[in-house]
């Protein structure tokens, strides 16, 4: 009974421990991705587990993976997305509590799309262990351990819940840093667009400046500058571009995503690799 008890209260002062050092080495960064990965690093050291994930959660209900550690890295890496309701982590989101089951690919209440059961087969059947991640009550992601050679308990669960709820709060400062610097960086780019606008009257110099700001403003690889053609009222013409994208390119008002912003003289963005859709 004694060396119950005395092995007991190791595993907790063990995992107190541990859950205090993860929540130090969060404070330490405020980049969201850095957090992400020492948060689902520290998972896979402590669970001993094959796979450690976190996800956020999406506006049309699917998961998208930010950080993956383990020997899955390489099957289900980060950017990878859950659809709505798929897998113990659907479930999770739907219920809004933490899950755990023995078998991801033959526990009934389980869905699994054709496509995520033969990606999952990969790794034979597995445990999972799944916990809601939460900010001021509105559930954010989902974080998730995953092994073939385990099962979880009662007492994982509520452990890889505190890990959850301190991985939610270390995301939230790291998010509204970021979305700090963001704003920082765009009212630097808009007072030096508007310094080079009244001291120059030189079209060039004025678009070189402003798209090399605006591509720092917004973190984006490329920032283009563009002004109607004089050769033709049908065209427009590229001006500066940054980085290496072919300067005095034209091309046709109406054609293109630019071609169509440019006759329809309103803002509008677009989701990455959409560009060929317009």
Known sequence: RNARLYAASERRRREAEEVARLAR???????????????????VAFFDVEVAALRLLAPDGSLVA????????????????????????????????????DDNLSDPDIHLTPEWRARLAHFGPQAVAAAPLRVNG?????????????????????????????????????????????RRRGAEAVLD???????????????????????????????????????????????????????????IVGSGFMGKLRKGRLGRSLPKGRLQAV
Do not use: C
Request: charged share 25%; proline share 4%; no cysteine.
């Open 25 to 43: 080495t969060l404070t330490e960064t405020l980049d969201p991705a850095t957090v992400a990965d020492r948060i689902v690093q520290s998972l």
């Open 66 to 101: 930010l950080a993956v550690a383990g020997a899955g890295a390489d099957l289900l890496p980060a950017g990878h997305v859950f659809p709505p309701g798929v897998g113990l982590v659907g479930r999770v989101v739907r219920e809004r509590r933490a899950l755990r089951i």
């Open 138 to 182: 509105s559930l954010v992601g989902v974080l998730s351990i995953a092994d073939g050679h385990r099962g979880f308990s009662d007492a994982d669960l509520d452990l890889l819940q505190t890990f959850a709820d301190h991985a939610a709060v270390a995301l939230q400062n790291a998010r509204l840093y970021d979305e700090s610097e963001r």
């Open 193 to 251: 667009a508007a310094r080079a606008i009244t001291s120059s009257l030189e079209l060039p110099q004025i678009l070189e400046t402003v798209t090399r700001r605006t591509a720092q403003a917004s973190a984006s690889r490329h920032s283009v500058g563009w002004r109607r053609s004089s050769a033709s009222r049908a065209e427009v013409e590229v001006m500066q571009a940054r980085p290496k994208l072919r300067p005095h390119q034209v091309q």
